[in-house]
């Protein structure tokens, strides 16, 4: 009784986050329902002692690389670099090559710390210019922007300053550039297979006579001319967070050590705090900073212009972004606590590899929760101390772990109801009925991925 209790939560969640209601209100809801069905006097001490604990938690250590992240990504709107990025990659790639272009900026764009969200809405009016130049059916663009956006450059590629790539390191105490080359095999198998799939599709449309069609909704302006910033400009940077990026996650545990103890009067008590936990986060925020500051000292006047408007909307996405994920987060922790996990928990540790435990417990949260920072951050905070005794047993480097949590969060996440393909869709004027099939598709072929690193790591040894 106790594992459907968990099952009808977990569906619950799932069904209203599909309808497109509001997580941050109904996780709780959700959580605490499965609490009442289990012990209804535990319904106020599990809300205030373990789901606000939880969320709270996630808030306090997350929250300023949402802000960061979103304030980055707006600034390097305002000041016309991701026109001049998109601009550059085409010239290079050419028009004809329309699904590889766009491809290629979006991960251009996400690699450089550019969120995922903004991402989307920057990307899609050159999407649609080029696939309506090129005869490509309008139907393949959120396909190709989810192949560029929510796969390899998100949670593969080392370095990665996206949250998915973050959130493994507090709990392993990794870096972001943990197991490499496991990451850069993934990408590749990623970008190779999904190009191909994609240009299956183009030749399939192209065989049944099918354009880009006609009478869509939300179709932008055609651009009108204007002079964009130069193109190494526009990248300085995207480059300067990710070099800097690194740097700071070698300098950071040098200045301060192992660990850190603040001893002032207003304290009352020393303050300690593990280094190893949080010099990741540490490292992408100041990253974040210095390049949101390169936006400003190159593009300071029509960043100007627009940055208050611009900060409230970036402000407001990130609150949003990152408290529904730390409402996720809270029902995870309730779920973890009840008894019925403990019969999740205990499937899921009779699969004997340690590796493909971890990726399965955490690709199945990210689908079942449909968020992959919020399914991961469930499956790590309910079993890592499990994955940590796995991986010592079995010596396996903990940056394996990592790098495999971070690849398997990116994996069944995108199910109909995730947020993000909820907002590719609303933005591009598609439905799930015309476009979802290539989403899905991409889907599989980054879950495929997680299990040829495995492979790999098995195969060589090599991480």
């Known amino acids: 009784m106790s594992f459907l209790i968990i099952l009808a939560a977990l569906a619950l969640l799932m069904f209203v986050a599909y309808r497109g209601f509001s997580v941050i209100l109904f996780a709780p809801v959700c959580a605490l329902l499965a609490v ?28 300023p690389v949402f802000l960061l992240g979103a304030v980055f990504g707006k600034v390097i709107e305002l000041s016309g670099f991701s026109k001049a990025i998109v601009a550059a990659v085409i010239g290079i790639v050419g028009r004809e090559r329309a699904m590889l272009a766009i ?63 973050i959130i493994p390191t507090t709990f392993f105490k990794t870096d972001t550039w943990a197991a490499p080359w496991l990451g850069v095999i993934g990408s590749v198998f990623i970008l190779g297979v999904g190009m191909s799939y994609l240009g299956w ?50 300098w950071i545990p040098q200045w301060y050590g192992a660990s850190h103890t ?25 990253a ?30 990130a609150l949003l972004a990152s408290m529904n994920t730390a409402s996720e987060y809270g029902f995870g922790g309730v779920i973890a606590a009840l ?7 205990d499937a899921l540790k009779a699969i004997p590899n340690p590796l493909v435990n971890e990726a399965i417990t955490v690709t199945t949260l ?24 796995a991986a010592h047993a079995a010596n396996i480097p903990l940056e394996v772990f990592h790098r495999i949590a971070a690849m398997a969060s990116g994996g069944m996440d995108t199910l109909p109801h995730n947020g993000a393909v909820i907002t590719l869709l609303a933005v591009t004027g598609l439905t799930h009925k015309t476009s979802y099939k290539d989403i899905f598709a991409v889907t599989l072929i980054k879950t495929a991925a997680v299990f040829v690193a495995i492979a790999v790591y098995y195969l060589t040894g090599l991480y």
């Open 103 to 165: 491809v290629m900026v979006c991960a251009v764009l996400t690699y450089g710390g550019v969120s995922l969200f903004v991402v989307v809405f920057a990307v899609y009016p050159f999407a649609a210019e080029m696939f309506r130049q090129s005869d490509i059916p309008k139907r393949l663009i959120p396909g190709t922007i989810a192949l560029g956006a929510f796969s390899f450059t998100m949670d593969s590629l080392p370095g990665s300053p996206q949250i998915q790539n």
């Open 36 to 63: 009442l069905f289990t012990d209804p006097s535990l319904v106020p001490p599990m809300f205030s002692g373990v789901f606000m604990d939880k969320l709270v938690g996630f808030v306090k250590l997350y929250f």
């Open 262 to 286: 603040t001893d002032l009067a207003g304290l009352g008590k020393p303050l300690v705090t593990d280094i190893g936990k949080i010099a990741a986060v540490w490292a992408v925020e100041a």
């Open 201 to 250: 599709r183009r030749r399939q449309a192209l065989a049944a006579g099918e354009g880009y069609g006609q009478n869509h909704l939300n179709e932008p302006e055609t651009f009108a001319t204007e002079k964009l910033p130069n193109a190494f400009v526009a990248l300085l940077p995207l480059v300067v967070v990710g070099v800097m990026n690194k740097v700071f996650t070698i």
């Open 366 to 389: 990210a689908g079942i929760t449909g968020s992959a920072s919020g399914g991961m951050s469930i499956a790590l905070a309910a079993m890592s101390e499990t994955f940590i005794s």
């Open 288 to 317: 974040l900073l210095l390049g949101i500051l390169t936006v400003l000292v190159f593009a300071f006047k029509p960043v100007k212009a627009r940055f208050a408007d611009g900060t409230k909307a970036a402000v407001s996405g």
């Open 339 to 345: 008894p019925g996990f403990t019969v999740i928990a």
